[in-house]
């Protein structure tokens, strides 16, 4: 069996080559590496060309068109029997691809995806994001979960197809505000079957900063709703809690400037849920200063998203523009 991994790169020239390091330490060693630089002014070329001799590996530079295209463009020109995508900002464990082959050949999947975790040389920062995407207390809880509400849909930072499912469905027809989904539910209905492969995880870097993580997020709860307007039965109702949990944080905190009493019973909530996340992070990470951070994380994670699922949901759904 043989592996194209494909990593769409937009000017992140040290991202990737902290990726193709991890590359070189896998104990499975058929497969092929294609970075696939869209349109970056700061390109990693050189970055590329320095791992030659230890991977198999082609770079391509291609106009700016956005991760979804260019993964396509990587498929073109893939030779293998399944393709994998990776987002330039992961760490992969050595034994991955062996893990993954070892799942193939026992469980026939068409496509699948992985978790994602931290790395141990990741910033409390960054702990805390991974924490805040995958705790069981936010909605980071249904990705990468074995207990996943409906079908499930592998993420574009660790998901594979088989060169089959590329002939048969094609390849992305959305760029990017979830565009992931979008593909995975069209692998979905040619009856293909789709699975999570839960030892394959990757250590996702995320975002370095809570700023960038804000915007990050806001552009996943817009995301959903251009989800819904090509799959209308995709819209689940724990897509709306985020909406759900900013409007209560918006009302609570409206009452404590204006009638305090009326506010008890949300502050009371609130309270008891950030105690739950930071005792629960702590557990998770044994930090009290990555726990207290993942408060911070969580908070973001929610309102960002339910803010862009807001602004999307009124101006196209209500508003129909």
Request: glycine share 8%; hydrophobic share 40%.
């Amino acid at each position: 069996m043989f592996f194209s991994i494909i990593i769409p790169l937009y000017n992140r020239p040290q991202e990737i080559k902290e990726l193709l390091s991890t590359l070189c330490r896998q104990t499975y060693t058929q497969f092929e590496v294609l970075v696939i630089e869209d349109g970056s002014v700061n390109d990693a070329k050189d970055i590329v060309a320095s791992f030659e001799n230890e991977l198999d590996v082609r770079y391509f530079y291609k106009e700016n068109s956005g991760q979804g295209f260019s993964r396509n463009y990587g498929f073109e020109r893939a030779k293998g029997d399944y393709f994998i995508i990776f987002d330039s900002d992961i760490l992969v464990p050595s034994d991955y691809l062996e893990i993954v082959y070892n799942y193939l050949f026992e469980h026939q999947l068409d496509a699948f995806g992985g978790p994602d975790a931290a790395h141990d040389s990741f910033t409390p920062v960054q702990k805390a994001i991974s924490y805040a995407m995958t705790s069981p207390f936010t909605t980071g809880g249904i990705r990468g979960n074995k207990k996943h509400i409906g079908q499930f849909h592998p993420r574009s930072f660790n998901m594979g197809i088989s060169r089959e499912v590329y002939e048969q469905v094609g390849g992305f027809i959305l760029t990017r505000l979830g565009e992931d989904i979008e593909y995975s539910i069209r692998i979905h209905e040619k009856g293909f079957k789709i699975g999570l492969i839960p030892a394959a995880k990757v250590y996702h870097k995320r975002r370095t900063s809570f700023k960038q993580f804000y915007k990050q997020l806001h552009f996943f709860g817009r995301a959903r709703i251009n989800i819904y307007k090509h799959f209308p039965s995709e819209l689940k109702a724990v897509h709306f809690f985020p909406a759900i949990f900013t409007l209560g944080l918006g009302f609570t905190l409206l009452c404590n400037i204006l009638y305090r009493p009326l506010a008890y019973v949300g502050n009371f909530f609130l309270g008891l849920y950030f105690l739950l996340i930071f005792f629960h992070a702590l557990q998770v990470n044994k930090s009290i200063k990555i726990a207290f951070l993942s408060v911070i994380a969580s908070f973001i994670q929610l309102t960002a998203y339910g803010l862009g699922f807001i602004q999307d949901f009124t101006k196209r759904v209500i508003l129909k523009k």
